[in-house]
């Protein structure tokens, strides 16, 4: 198994962790009032935004690693 992670970085991932969990669930109930509204653009808006968190976090989750991960200059 790895290394034991540093407390406070544990604690930074876990905090980064938990505000994506909480607006993917904001997302989600944003994505049921626009469904009770009938709101097409609302409906996108939420569902994009469910989809970026979720992603963000999966990222937190499985960081790629550095030899798979492609060389980009953002």
């Known amino acids: ?21 909480d607006h993917a669930a904001a997302a989600v109930m944003g994505i049921n009032s626009a469904l009770q509204a009938r709101d097409a653009e609302g409906l996108f808006y939420h569902l994009n935004a469910l989809l970026s968190h979720a992603a963000t976090a999966s990222r937190v989750l499985w960081p790629a690693s550095s030899a798979v991960r492609p060389s980009v200059a953002w």
């Open 1 to 21: 198994m790895g290394e034991a992670m540093d407390p406070a970085v544990e604690q930074a991932y876990l905090f980064d962790l938990k505000a994506r969990c």
